[in-house]
T-cell receptor, first 113, second 113 residues
Framework: AQTVTQSQPEMSVQEAETVTLSCTYD???????LFWYKQPPSRQMILVIR??????QNATENRFSVNFQKAAKSFSLKISDSQLGDAAMYFC??????????FGTGTSLTVIP | DAGITQSPRHKVTETGTPVTLRCHQT?????MYWYRQDPGHGLRLIHY???????DKGEVSDGYSVSRSKTEDFLLTLESATSSQTSVYFC????????????FGPGTRLTVL
């Protein structure tokens, strides 16, 4: 089974600053998909960004971007111009070709006004 | 928002009683999943389904069973609830596979006394 590791249980960032959340994964597959989800206090899981492993170009969605390093099995999330609404738990997820998803343990992000 | 609902949203039960959680989708998606979320563990896969009557175990399937007799419904049953099954349970769906994201239900908070 694949494993996903988020080594930062908690992070904080000043409003308008940039923060990077780390994620590493372990797999022997060459074809897979990676996701970052956000879970605010409402508990609803919201997709932030996604990346196909065969694409070298890093995905970007507005203020959110990833640094995908396939050889290092690393998939970090960068949040630019942090806003108060970005405060949430963030989960990194791996999807294999069998359509199983594996999640990390999450990083709790605090945004300081 | 994806049409996915969970019932009940909250439940308190006693050790040894059977419990069934229901997930209902209106998206006609093929894949359905049950996760549990616990502090420090992220989301862990209990069971998943890749079609009507087609299900498979996840990493924490002991003590749980599932059934899927219709595309739109995926039931999770705790045959004899234990206190270790106190958790928040999420249902998720996804369509074709690959880069398609998972859509999550609102979650069910289950407390086993």
């Amino acid at each position: 089974a694949q494993t996903v590791t988020q080594s930062q249980p908690e992070m904080s960032v000043q409003e308008a600053e940039t923060v990077t959340l780390s994620c590493t994964y372990d797999t022997s597959e060459s074809d897979y998909y990676l996701f970052w989800y956000k879970q605010p206090p409402s508990r609803q899981m919201i997709l932030v960004i996604r990346q196909e492993a065969y694409k070298q170009q890093n995905a970007t969605e507005n203020r959110f971007s990833v640094n995908f390093q396939k050889a290092a099995k690393s998939f970090s999330l960068k949040i630019s111009d942090s806003q108060l609404g970005d405060a949430a738990m963030y989960f990194c997820a791996y999807r294999n070709t069998g359509n199983q998803f594996y999640f990390g343990t999450g990083t709790s992000l605090t945004v300081i006004p | 928002d994806a049409g996915i609902t969970q019932s009940p949203r909250h439940k308190v039960t006693e050790t040894g009683t059977p419990v069934t959680l229901r997930c209902h989708q209106t998206e006609n998606h093929r894949y359905m999943y049950w996760y549990r979320q616990d502090p420090g563990h992220g989301l862990r896969l209990i069971h998943y389904s890749y079609g009507v009557k087609d299900t498979d175990k996840g990493e924490v399937s002991d003590g749980y069973s599932v059934s899927r007799s219709k595309t739109e419904d995926f039931l999770l049953t705790l045959e004899s609830a234990t206190s270790s099954q106190t958790s928040v349970y999420f249902c998720a769906i996804t369509g074709r596979g690959g880069i398609d994201e998972q859509f999550f239900g609102p979650g069910t908070r289950l407390t086993v006394l």
